[in-house]
């Protein structure tokens, strides 16, 4: 009966802990609606557009061009499209996504999730266009989709 109980509680643990990862994944994935564009680090002038939650609208600012933002496309519509995009996805679906580099030009080591391996693997992203199975780490690419 022991033996019982503990594999029982250890089960749980680990169903909690697995729910607990994907809920700190999900939080960098998801757009913060309730926040503001992110202008980045870099002093470059980029018109970038952005979702906001309030107005209900896409909105432009300046993209300084670094420095990770999920909050910006290249077109109001793509603004749009990605907001819908990111708030439908399941996790399943965005782990299938292949990798994309995209069509900018930045030089950014990221991982993806690649199903056929079952495992994240590096990959170069040109810094726009991003489908979602897209980290920055290896243990964020591992906590999300693996």
């Given amino acids: ?11 749980k643990l680990c169903i909690f802990l697995a729910i607990a990862a994907t809920a700190l994944a999900m ?3 998801e757009p913060r609606c309730d926040q503001g564009p992110d202008a980045g ?12 939650a309030k107005t209900g609208k896409c909105e432009e600012f300046v993209y300084g061009g670094c420095g990770v933002t999920s ?17 439908s996805a399941t996790v399943a679906e965005v782990c299938r996504r292949p ?8 030089y950014l080591p990221r991982f ?17 266009k991003r489908n979602g199975n897209n980290f920055e780490t290896l243990r964020a690419c591992i906590e999300f989709c693996a």
Wanted: hydrophobic letters at 40%.
């Fill in 71 to 87: 909050r910006k496309e290249e077109t109001a519509a793509a603004s749009t499209v990605a907001t819908e995009d990111f708030h």
């Fill in 1 to 11: 009966v022991t033996a019982s109980l503990h594999c029982h509680a250890m089960m």
């Fill in 41 to 52: 680090l870099c002093k470059a002038f980029f018109p970038m557009w952005w979702f906001n």
């Fill in 99 to 106: 990798a994309s580099s995209g069509p900018c030009l930045a």
């Fill in 112 to 128: 993806y999730y690649d199903p056929q391996r079952n495992s994240c693997r590096p990959f170069i992203y040109g810094g726009c």
């Fill in 27 to 29: 939080k960098d994935f």
